[in-house]
């Protein structure tokens, strides 16, 4: 008979280790707490004054389990041209010679074939599924409470051509048990009657109701308050980090201010952050950021309740409570994470454009940017980098939707390391 374990006592492992944890956003904070369940001592270390506070504080907050398509396609190759020209507003290319981005930039062609994009895809929804499960273990285990709902998601086209695109890719994933329907403009607005203003617009969409929303910033804190609640865990935030140094037997950090930090495992689970730390032990991740921007306002006299991702404006709308956030943009190469009014007024004009009484846009309470750590393949790395290093990296615009699924596959490479 297999042996199973109840939501509030997880398996423990052989021999509890001490665990460095470097970055607390979705993804961080996720694996620290998956491997404090596990009974290891988790050390957590941030830059930041808290946890969530760099890409995971306002993004599209949409769990995607389904959607996960690769970045790298056919179809974006076909693009290339427009979006290297700048004739797509949500897209923008940051001049560069730099070898890493031209080594990058290859990887990514190699990725766009038919094969790979398929390989990837379903391999980001496998672990998108995974992330489901891993993510209703630590939400009910610990009573994380961050705004999560299933609400359905509606992913809009315009036209008929991008539409049957995502026939294709729909059917391959039925294939491999996702749950989503291709529905026409009049379908498409009886599930979300705040689609009526643009119905003439939507050429067909793909509606899968049981994808998700979630406030990623309540998720880090609550997962924080989980985590000193276990009693053997540590979090040191405003500590910089100025290297890393590798050893099979016990690694350590070592902070701009002179700490160090020993332990048994470290894991660099710090997004874009995660480059240069690798490097200081000669190590170069495929990694280029990817700023994306939101805005977080009051919804409008027409607010969707279902989430909408808008293929053609390259926006997405989700509901958090008494609050709309619309997310988009993706300016590839650029490393400043500062909001630029400029793109802002871009992502503003695009989800006017997209849905236009969805939200109070002349009174945004908040505005936001973030770097996204994109891999050619669009799956996040997860394994070994150095002697007692493991790298859980790489998450791209899907670094909500697979945090807590990547936190558990990390924790049992460690298990079964031990």
């Given at each position: 008979?297999?042996?199973?374990?109840?939501?509030?006592?997880?398996?423990?492992?052989?021999?509890?280790?001490?665990?460095?944890?470097?970055?607390?956003?979705?993804?961080?904070?996720?694996?620290?707490?998956?491997?404090?369940?596990?009974?290891?001592?988790?050390?957590?270390?941030?830059?930041?004054?808290?946890?969530?506070?760099?890409?995971?504080?306002?993004?599209?907050?949409?769990?995607?389990?389904?959607?996960?398509?690769?970045?790298?396609?056919?179809s974006t190759v076909a693009q290339l041209p427009r979006l290297l020209m700048g004739l797509d507003p949500a897209f923008r290319l940051t001049p560069s010679l730099d070898p890493d981005l031209l080594r990058w930039g290859i990887a990514f062609?190699?990725?766009?074939?038919?094969?790979?994009?398929?390989?990837?895809?379903?391999?980001?929804?496998?672990?998108?599924?995974?992330?489901?499960?891993?993510?209703?273990?630590?939400?009910?285990?610990?009573?994380?409470?961050?705004?999560?709902?299933?609400?359905?998601?509606?992913?809009?086209?315009?036209?008929?051509?991008?539409?049957?695109?995502?026939?294709?890719?729909?059917?391959?994933?039925?294939?491999?048990?996702?749950?989503?329907?291709?529905?026409?403009?009049?379908?498409?607005?009886?599930?979300?009657?705040?689609?009526?203003?643009?119905?003439?617009?939507?050429?067909?969409?793909?509606?899968?109701?049981?994808?998700?929303?979630?406030?990623?910033?309540?998720?880090?804190?609550?997962?924080?308050?989980?985590?000193?609640?276990?009693?053997?865990?540590?979090?040191?935030?405003?500590?910089?980090?100025?290297?890393?140094?590798?050893?099979?037997?016990?690694?350590?950090?070592?902070?701009?201010?002179?700490?160090?930090?020993?332990?048994?495992?470290?894991?660099?689970?710090?997004?874009?952050?995660?480059?240069?730390?690798?490097?200081?032990?000669?190590?170069?991740?495929?990694?280029?950021?990817?700023?994306?921007?939101?805005?977080?306002?009051?919804?409008?006299?027409?607010?969707?309740?279902?989430?909408?991702?808008?293929?053609?404006?390259?926006?997405?709308?989700?509901?958090?409570?008494?609050?709309?956030?619309?997310?988009?943009?993706?300016?590839?190469?650029?490393?400043?994470?500062?909001?630029?009014?400029?793109?802002?007024?871009?992502?503003?004009?695009?989800?006017?454009?997209?849905?236009?009484?969805?939200?109070?846009?002349?009174?945004?309470?908040?505005?936001?940017?973030?770097?996204?750590?994109?891999?050619?393949?669009?799956?996040?790395?997860?394994?070994?980098?150095?002697?007692?290093?493991?790298?859980?990296?790489?998450?791209?615009?899907?670094g909500w939707t697979y945090a807590a699924g990547s936190a558990a596959r990390v924790t049992a490479l460690i298990d079964r390391e031990d």
């Amino acid at each position: 008979m297999r042996a199973t374990f109840g939501l509030d006592e997880p398996p423990q492992t052989r021999r509890p280790q001490e665990l460095i944890v470097i970055g607390a956003g979705v993804v961080g904070m996720a694996t620290a707490l998956t491997l404090s369940d596990r009974g290891h001592r988790v050390t957590l270390i941030d830059a930041a004054e808290g946890p969530g506070l760099g890409t995971s504080f306002a993004n599209g907050a949409q769990l995607s389990y389904a959607y996960t398509d690769a970045f790298a396609s056919l179809s974006t190759v076909a693009q290339l041209p427009r979006l290297l020209m700048g004739l797509d507003p949500a897209f923008r290319l940051t001049p560069s010679l730099d070898p890493d981005l031209l080594r990058w930039g290859i990887a990514f062609l190699r990725n766009a074939s038919a094969g790979r994009f398929r390989r990837n895809t379903l391999a980001g929804m496998m672990l998108a599924i995974e992330s489901r499960a891993a993510l209703d273990r630590l939400t009910q285990r610990h009573g994380i409470e961050f705004a999560r709902s299933t609400p359905g998601k509606l992913i809009l086209y315009r036209s008929a051509k991008s539409f049957a695109a995502a026939e294709r890719v729909a059917a391959m994933k039925a294939e491999h048990g996702a749950k989503q329907s291709l529905i026409d403009a009049s379908q498409a607005v009886a599930i979300e009657p705040a689609l009526g203003a643009i119905r003439p617009e939507i050429a067909g969409a793909v509606f899968d109701r049981g994808e998700e929303v979630g406030d990623p910033y309540r998720f880090c804190n609550g997962a924080r308050a989980a985590l000193a609640a276990h009693g053997q865990s540590a979090s040191w935030f405003r500590t910089d980090i100025a290297a890393i140094e590798p050893d099979a037997r016990r690694p350590a950090i070592v902070a701009r201010d002179g700490r160090r930090f020993a332990a048994d495992r470290i894991l660099l689970c710090s997004g874009t952050g995660s480059l240069a730390l690798a490097r200081s032990f000669g190590v170069r991740l495929p990694i280029v950021p990817m700023k994306g921007y939101s805005i977080t306002a009051a919804p409008g006299d027409a607010a969707p309740t279902v989430s909408i991702t808008d293929a053609a404006n390259r926006v997405v709308f989700a509901r958090l409570g008494n609050r709309m956030r619309i997310a988009g943009l993706a300016d590839l190469a650029q490393r400043d994470a500062a909001v630029d009014p400029r793109r802002l007024a871009t992502l503003i004009a695009s989800a006017r454009a997209a849905l236009p009484e969805a939200a109070s846009y002349d009174a945004i309470e908040s505005s936001w940017a973030g770097l996204r750590p994109m891999t050619p393949d669009s799956l996040p790395i997860m394994r070994s980098i150095a002697p007692g290093v493991i790298a859980n990296t790489g998450h791209g615009a899907l670094g909500w939707t697979y945090a807590a699924g990547s936190a558990a596959r990390v924790t049992a490479l460690i298990d079964r390391e031990d």
